[in-house]
């Protein structure tokens, strides 16, 4: 609920400080608190939150939580950390309105690598729908 007010909000670093609270939340759960572990729609809130900031860097951003959504799905599929149709459609958006023409090349990258994904086994969905 922190980090989606985080996102809802209007401060400048909104998308920073959700990005501090998830390494906090990592840094607790790390100590032992089980309670605490980031799952999907912690990290769909963080996105949402780059999505509406207005950072040039925004896009590269959302590329990096959405690979380390992939990395933590394969290395501790436990925790319930997967990209979902919502996680994709908004790094996708997130990339072609912060970067301009390199965030649309950047985007259709990161559908194709998406669609390896779907025909390898590791996505659920074909890309296709996004």
Same mark, same amino acid.
């Given at each position: ?17 959700? =990005? ?13 608190? !089980?309670? !605490?572990?980031?799952?999907?729609? !912690? ?47 908004? !790094?996708?958006? =997130? ?36």
């Amino acid at each position: 609920a922190v980090i989606k007010a985080w996102a809802m909000s209007n401060d400048p670093d909104a998308a920073g400080r959700a =990005t501090r609270f998830v390494e906090e939340m990592w840094e607790k759960f790390n100590e032992g608190d !089980v309670s !605490v572990a980031p799952d999907t729609f !912690v990290y769909n809130s963080l996105l949402d939150a780059w999505h509406r900031s207005s950072s040039p860097d925004a896009g590269k951003k959302a590329e990096g939580i959405l690979l380390e959504m992939w990395q933590m799905h394969s290395k501790k599929p436990r925790l319930r950390i997967k990209p979902d149709e919502r996680s994709r459609r908004l !790094v996708i958006n =997130t990339c072609t309105k912060s970067d301009g023409p390199s965030g649309t090349a950047r985007a259709t990258r990161i559908v194709g690598e998406m669609q390896e994904k779907y025909t390898t086994g590791g996505g659920g969905q074909s890309a296709a729908l996004y």
